[in-house]
């Protein structure tokens, strides 16, 4: 088995574990109706054991925008996803913070995409798949050169009992059997424990990962689990119990199956709006790698955002580590422009307004300093400058802000919010408004309310930007 300072790190104290837990064949399904009664709200339970934080030597990001993200929207062209792999390639940066990006195989559209991401010969994202539990899968896998593939484990008796009509044991040796199937092919098996967050963790999940872990020993060869929260019911809260606390099952699968961290990654989704949360707190008590979509597109409420942990990631280690952070505006605008995706405006880090504000006292803050209104510098780190949408309520200083943002004045060049143009802009700003407008105004609209006001004025400003080598909007 694994040695002490694999499994838990160096500790310098003596660890106990004394238990070795066997599969506990039930004639019923355990299905925690307490916890999870259909008629009302799940419940979130306490036992009040804590158990310690681990952060991982090296933790990382995986990609299945290709997989479970192509599930809950109209399926990318080949270009498409070409495109998206080349931004995932810039994103990641040269240290391989994007580890790896899960594939289909199942269809000629599918192969020919992923032929066409391995051709460009990049290191990071590894191309890894996604397939059914069958021999003849594994062997397109092969063919195709792909290393790592993700294999579909159900866990909770919701899936083997009511699912797959099987008892605790059958399900364990058919999973078992696959997995020496993928073994004895050399490739590196991926077990998804789908809904680990409802499943009877010691009954099943632990001496499932250990038995997995023998054949780890056995073998050789590395095999994965991937911990899916495939409803989104994990939970982060200190003294939670299982099978909803994500501390308590990162700890148990290290702790008492032996799984070392770079073997563990976390797959959650977001239908109780914990997704971020959940993953990072997987990352802080010992998975090495946490499983994310692009703009978190996925099943239902969707996965975790891939940008959303990027920027975790540089909360946690205090680096970008070589990460591109500029690719995240990139993935969005290729979202909004060429697949025509509609992103909620303010979707922190990528929707259009995540660092506008209407508010006019917050836009006099932002002519004084930017800082004090704005999360960090979005201009610098991710290409998006800081901006203030004008409104009923943008007042004097929303305005002036508007002008120089946009026709990208500086230093000197700079309008004050005293300038005899920005009240002329709010003027005509509060006329629309006393006659009923609604709706807030666009660039396009406020070059003309210049353009009427001053034409020598707005000529200049236009010339200003020309020079700089990036035009304003529509004259």
Request: charged share 25%.
């Amino acid at each position: 088995m694994a040695s002490a300072n694999e499994r838990y790190g160096r500790t310098n104290l003596l660890q106990e574990n004394d238990y070795n837990y066997t599969l506990q064949d039930v004639e019923q399904a355990n299905l925690f109706e307490d916890m999870f009664d259909y008629d009302q709200i799940p419940k979130i339970t306490f036992n009040h054991r804590t158990v310690p934080m681990h952060f991982p030597d090296e933790i990382w990001i995986t990609d299945t925008t290709f997989r479970d993200g192509q599930q809950a929207r109209i399926p990318f062209s080949v270009k498409e996803v070409v495109d998206l792999y080349k931004l995932l390639h810039k994103l990641s940066g040269p240290k391989g913070i994007i580890r790896q990006s899960e594939f289909f195989v199942y269809t000629e559209k599918d192969r020919r995409a992923l032929e066409e991401c391995m051709a460009l010969g990049y290191e990071f994202p590894e191309i890894t798949t996604w397939i059914r539990a069958n021999k003849k899968d594994f062997a397109l896998a092969k063919d195709m050169g792909i290393r790592e593939t993700g294999i579909l484990v159900s866990c909770s008796d919701y899936h083997i009992f009511n699912k797959m009509g099987m008892t605790r044991g059958q399900a364990l040796d058919k999973y078992l059997g696959v997995v020496k199937d993928a073994l004895d092919m050399g490739i590196v098996p991926r077990c998804h424990f789908e809904d680990i967050t409802r499943a009877d963790f010691y009954g099943f999940v632990v001496p499932f990962a250990r038995e997995l872990m023998k054949l780890r020993e056995e073998s050789g060869i590395p095999i994965k689990i991937r911990m899916c929260d495939t409803l989104g019911y994990g939970v982060t809260y200190p003294g939670a119990s299982l099978p909803r606390s994500v501390q308590g099952i990162v700890y148990g699968l290290r702790f008492y199956a032996n799984v070392p961290s770079r073997l563990l990654e976390w797959h959650g989704h977001n239908d109780f709006y914990k997704v971020v949360c959940n993953a990072a707190t997987a990352w802080l008590y010992g998975a090495s790698s946490v499983n994310c979509s692009m703009l978190g597109i996925g099943e239902r409420t969707g996965n975790c955002p891939i940008e959303a942990m990027a920027i975790e990631y540089v909360q946690l280690k205090g680096t970008q580590d070589g990460m591109d952070l500029r690719a995240i505006t990139e993935i969005a605008d290729y979202f909004e422009k060429e697949l025509k995706y509609d992103i909620n405006p303010r979707t922190p880090f990528v929707g259009r307004n995540f660092n506008s504000t209407r508010a006019g006292i917050h836009a006099d803050g932002l002519l004084k300093d930017e800082q004090i209104y704005n999360i960090f510098n979005t201009e610098k780190i991710l290409g998006r400058p800081v901006t203030v949408v004008i409104g009923e309520h943008s007042g004097l200083a929303g305005i002036a802000h508007w002008v120089n943002a946009h026709f990208k004045l500086e230093g000197a060049q700079k309008i004050d919010k005293k300038s005899g143009l920005v009240q002329k802009i709010k003027d005509e700003v509060d006329r629309q408004y006393a006659e009923g407008r609604t709706t807030s105004f666009g660039d396009n609209e406020l070059e003309m309310i210049i353009r009427d006001a001053d034409y020598m004025k707005y000529a200049a400003l236009c010339a200003h930007v020309a020079n700089i080598g990036d035009a304003p909007g529509q004259k």
